[in-house]
């Protein structure tokens, strides 16, 4: 099988990002995350990268792209979010402070949105003082419907 220029830029950018973050290159993180990336500003779910991963690398396991996933998302290099009926989803964790932000998903359509973090004001604080809950908002995404569905019924 060939490899793309699209495909080898993905993996050059995938290498380097192990390594700013000090993890070690293998042939699985790069192919998860790669695949990560050409989503570009999707976010793909577990199931997706796998399918992903399986089309560009027929030797990578099914249990190593679960485990590779989780360990990127605990050194920092993924992050994820869940959606709705349980999915999980990831993107690559951008420079701060450009990688802080919330998620939304239609509950249409099912496309998830980034919004910026300051879009529930003083919210944190308000639940926080009220009940000593500590909120984290960028671990799950907020429900609602996008501008196209909105538009859609609106007719």
Known sequence: MTVSAREQSLDARAEALLRAAGQRV???RVAVLSCVLA???DHPSAEEVLNQVALRNAGVHRATVYRTLDGLAAAGVL???HLDRGLT???VVEPAP???HLHAQ???CGRVVDLPPEILGDTADRVRKI???QLDASHVALSGYCKDCVAQHDH
């Open 79 to 81: 992050r994820h979010v």
């Open 98 to 100: 450009v990688h802080e």
């Open 131 to 133: 009940s000593g809950f």
């Open 89 to 91: 989803a990831y993107h």
């Open 106 to 108: 239609c509950a249409g």
């Open 26 to 28: 293998t042939k699985p």
């Open 39 to 41: 989503a570009g500003g």
